[in-house]
């Protein structure tokens, strides 16, 4: 037997995904949640899609992350650039995606050692 260690052990990873919900190591999650490599907040979002303002994305910035995914849940929206404007101006970088793309490129890039940080939006109020 061949041991390995393992770079992303201890840390927060998407273990599976499906339609309104996502497992993070493991552990189910039906509610929005904000997911860093060592971070996880329960509930970041207390409404949906509709609801995000500027704010959401400020409190983002102090988790530190290079770069921020939103996940808009099962389809791709867009919100307004101006909400996420005052990150971009700090050098955060911003993707927004569906569910999928964004546990999928969440994984890959913590993986690689970058602080990214994945905002989900799993349920609409």
């Known amino acids: 037997m061949k041991l390995h260690l393992n ?23 039906e509610h929005n949640l904000l997911v860093l490599p060592d971070h996880l907040e329960a509930n970041w979002l ?27 849940g099962n389809r791709l929206r867009f919100p307004p650039p101006s909400l996420y404007a005052g990150l971009i101006g700090q050098g955060i970088g911003v993707e927004i995606m569906d569910l999928g793309a964004a546990c999928r490129t969440f994984n890959f890039l913590s993986a690689e050692g970058r602080r990214v940080a994945a905002a989900l939006i799993l349920q609409e109020s």
């Open 7 to 29: 770079p992303t052990a201890g840390l927060y990873a998407f273990t599976s995904y499906g339609e309104g919900f996502v497992l993070v190591n493991g552990q189910r999650h």
């Open 46 to 72: 207390v409404g949906g899609f509709a609801e995000l303002t500027g704010g959401h994305f400020e409190a983002l910035a102090a988790h530190r992350p290079d770069l921020v995914l939103l996940g808009t």
